[in-house]
Nanobody
Framework: QVRLVESGGGLVQPGGSLRLSCVAS????????IGWFRQAPGKDREGVLC????????YCATSIEDRFTISRDNARNSVYLQMNNLKPEDTGVYYC??????????????????WGPGTQVTVSS
């Protein structure tokens, strides 16, 4: 069973950037589709922001407007979410989640089995 831990959150001004990391332990990430999700204050967790599949394909929701990119480093057992041009509405707790799969894209949170504890991102001046 894989264990996921996020890091890299913090306070950033509008227009700034952050790079979130999702580090796995217990199993190799090669066999997991990893998705990044966000939960804004007082709201339910959204559908997947970006995901990285085991066949190296990636997907990001159109709502992100190409401001976020996802990358994977299997040698480091890590997946990263680069977030640029951050807006106040990007504030929330960011989670990475994993699903053991041979490829494929999974956009709903109920399709993922393993979750990290989350990292807080606050975008404010």
């Amino acid at each position: 069973q894989v264990r996921l831990v996020e890091s890299g959150g913090g306070l950033v001004q509008p227009g700034g950037s952050l790079r979130l990391s999702c580090v796995a332990s217990g199993e190799k990430l090669d066999y997991y589709v990893i998705g990044w999700f966000r939960q804004a204050p007082g709201k339910d967790r959204e559908g997947v922001l970006c995901l990285s599949s085991t066949d190296s394909s990636t997907y990001c929701a159109t709502s992100i407007e190409d401001r976020f990119t996802i990358s994977r480093d299997n040698a480091r057992n890590s997946v990263y979410l680069q977030m640029n041009n951050l807006k106040p509405e990007d504030t929330g707790v960011y989670y990475c989640a994993g699903r053991a799969a041979r490829g494929g894209w999974f956009e709903r949170e109920d399709e993922y089995d393993e979750w990290g504890p989350g990292t807080q991102v606050t975008v404010s001046s």
